[in-house]
């Protein structure tokens, strides 16, 4: 329980891992070998002349002054970019790309299957040869057929005297 609780803060020695105060008394000095600047999570990956490598992290806004450090102090140094890889870029937009084209298909599918509601009853009906005899509702079967009647002798009227 012990070793777990000072284990992550802890380096190989017992001491505290160099913070970004001792790594720019480093700068200062010029002991070190090869700086990485990694501006897409604000770290430096440091290696000194003596001892083993470390990392540590600076604040984002510090970046240019950081660099700026390095290059006054003649430091070799490496700035590995912040910006997103072509797929890392792209991927969002290709699975929303996707999805509406899943969508879309699922949809088109069942219309044309006549699915179940709204999509369904917009099919067209299929058509049925009618034979002469074959129809026998008349007007006094339909109700409202009175009124109907009336109109049709209104219009039958209107058409043989327009001026009236």
């Known amino acids: 329980m012990i070793l777990a609780a000072w284990w992550p803060s802890a380096g190989r020695d017992g001491r505290s891992p160099p913070s970004l105060a001792d790594f720019l008394a480093q700068v200062d000095a010029g002991t070190l070998r090869a700086v990485e600047v990694r501006t897409r999570d604000h770290t430096i990956r440091v290696t000194p002349e003596d001892g083993d490598s470390y990392t540590v992290g600076y604040p984002q806004a510090y ?15 490496t700035v590995e970019g912040s910006g997103r890889s072509f797929w890392e870029a792209i991927a969002p937009f290709a699975l929303l790309i996707l999805l509406v084209v899943v969508v879309g298909a699922f949809l088109v599918r069942r219309a044309r299957r006549g699915g179940v509601g709204q999509m369904g009853a917009l099919r067209k009906a299929r058509a049925r040869a009618v034979e002469p005899g074959g129809v026998t509702v008349t007007f006094a079967d339909v109700a409202g057929a009175d009124e109907a009647v009336g109109e049709l002798h209104e219009i039958k009227e209107f058409l043989q005297d327009p001026a009236r």
């Open 63 to 77: 970046g240019q002054e950081l660099i700026e450090g390095l290059e006054a102090a003649e430091i070799p140094f």
